[in-house]
T-cell receptor, first 115, second 115 residues
Framework: SAVISQKPSRDICQRGTSLTIQCQVD?????MFWYRQQPGQSLTLIAT?????????ESGFVIDKFPISRPNLTFSTLTVSNMSPEDSSIYLC????????????FGPGTRLTVL | DQQVKQNSPSLSVQEGRISILNCDYT??????FLWYKKYPAEGPTFLIS?????DKNEDGRFTVFLNKSAKHLSLHIVPSQPGDSAVYFC??????????????FGKGTLLTVNP
């Protein structure tokens, strides 16, 4: 497994502002992902954070709204841009430690509330 | 269209008894399945997984059963303990390793184990 930390753990933001969430892993990993869990819903994959190149976004998510950086194999950021109340969710990063399985390990999450 | 379904939003059992959490899926391309446990204010914790080449995988008190023909899997916890009280997520992926990494999650089942 891996030890994953996220900052901030929670935040309350105003409509129209942006928030950057950081994800730090204690070891080098190939795959890093960002998920969103809206209230009462399942976890939904936003994008795969690719080291040294642009992130790969899932249907319904775009780079202008959720820019992602991954400068190295242990760190990634997700920015939630021009926020609205609908962006209130828990945002989670995850990593895949072994390339031979699809087991992902999750960070503690960032609880975002947009007023 | 939900491809992974957990039809029971909640389940309550007595300490020491068996907990059975169920999950159904619709996508026949799924062949790797995982269970995660989530406590409030924490990220999901990986519990156990199973590949489609097996019909059972056991790890201590946790056993996952897979019925491919019925597109159904279940997680058995025996004996249940109060510390098992959490939300349990079922997840599925179309491949083991490589580029088929995308996990699709169910909405979760809240398990309460009563002392």
């Amino acid at each position: 497994s891996a030890v994953i930390s996220q900052k901030p753990s929670r935040d309350i933001c105003q409509r129209g502002t942006s928030l950057t969430i950081q994800c730090q892993v204690d070891s080098q990993v190939t795959m890093m992902f960002w998920y969103r869990q809206q209230p009462g819903q399942s976890l939904t994959l936003i994008a795969t954070a690719n080291q040294g190149s642009e992130a790969t976004y899932e249907s319904g998510f775009v780079i202008d709204k959720f820019p992602i950086s991954r400068p190295n194999l242990t760190f990634s950021t997700l920015t939630v841009s021009n926020m609205s109340p609908e962006d209130s969710s828990i945002y989670l990063c995850s990593v895949e430690v072994s390339p031979s399985t699809d087991t992902q390990y999750f960070g503690p999450g960032t609880r975002l509330t947009v007023l | 269209d939900q491809q992974v379904k957990q039809n029971s939003p909640s389940l309550s059992v007595q300490e020491g008894r068996i907990s059975i959490l169920n999950c159904d899926y619709t996508n026949s391309m799924f062949d790797y399945f995982l269970w995660y446990k989530k406590y409030p204010a924490e990220g999901p914790t990986f519990l156990i997984s199973i590949s489609s080449i097996k019909d059972k995988n056991e790890d201590g008190r946790f056993t996952v059963f897979l019925n491919k023909s019925a597109k159904h899997l279940s997680l058995h916890i025996v004996p249940s303990q109060p510390g098992d009280s959490a939300v349990y997520f079922c997840a599925a992926s179309p491949g083991s390793g490589g580029s088929n990494y995308k996990l699709t999650f169910g909405k979760g089942t809240l398990l309460t184990v009563n002392p």
